[in-house]
């Protein structure tokens, strides 16, 4: 399927599943999602602060798609530094609504054009961006009002 999905009417994924597979005899797919850097994920991860969105948008998306339930969205660690394990994300309305929760908040984001640099803790140590940035965007940052943040600190704060 290469056209995108539109979700809760309004949210277009374009995106590429890793894995999809199909369990007969309960009519049911499950979703994969290839990782090979190290399992950073905690065991009730369902979106990770708005940072791991496979396992369940890619379930809504394929949901949508091809109109069959998936039972679990699933990271699995497929190297030696991943550990090889897995981590299930079962997907019911609770999940799903956690998912496009992330979405509403980053639409909103986007909508109202306010986006400002706003690191999580010790992000910017591990980012890419940081010779765009500077070396001292996080602590910066630390000394502006937090309280046009709230949207972001509530999606940071989804498991
Ligand atoms: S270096 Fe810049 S882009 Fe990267 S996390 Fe820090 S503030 Fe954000």
């Given at each position: 399927m290469k056209d995108p999905i539109t979700v809760d009417g309004k949210f277009v994924l374009r995106g590429s599943v890793d894995l999809i597979e199909h369990r007969p005899d309960l009519e049911v797919l499950r979703v994969t999602d290839h990782k090979?850097?190290?399992?950073?994920?905690?065991?009730?991860?369902?979106v990770g602060g708005g940072t791991?969105?496979?396992?369940v948008l890619y379930s809504v998306a394929i949901e949508r798609g091809l109109g069959k339930k998936v039972l679990a969205g699933r990271l699995f660690y497929t190297t030696t530094a991943g550990g090889f394990v897995e981590h299930a994300i079962p997907i019911n309305d609770y999940t799903r609504g956690q998912g496009l929760q992330v979405l509403a908040i980053i639409d909103r984001a986007v909508e109202m054009g306010f986006l400002p640099a706003a690191p999580a803790e010790r992000a910017c140590a591990w980012c890419d961006f940081r010779p765009v940035c500077g070396p001292r965007e996080e602590e910066r940052v630390?000394?502006?009002?937090?309280?046009?943040?709230a949207d972001l600190l509530a999606l940071r704060a989804l498991r």
């Open positions: 090979t850097g190290k399992n950073r994920s905690t065991p009730d991860l369902i791991t969105l496979q396992p630390g000394h502006k009002a937090q309280d046009k943040l």
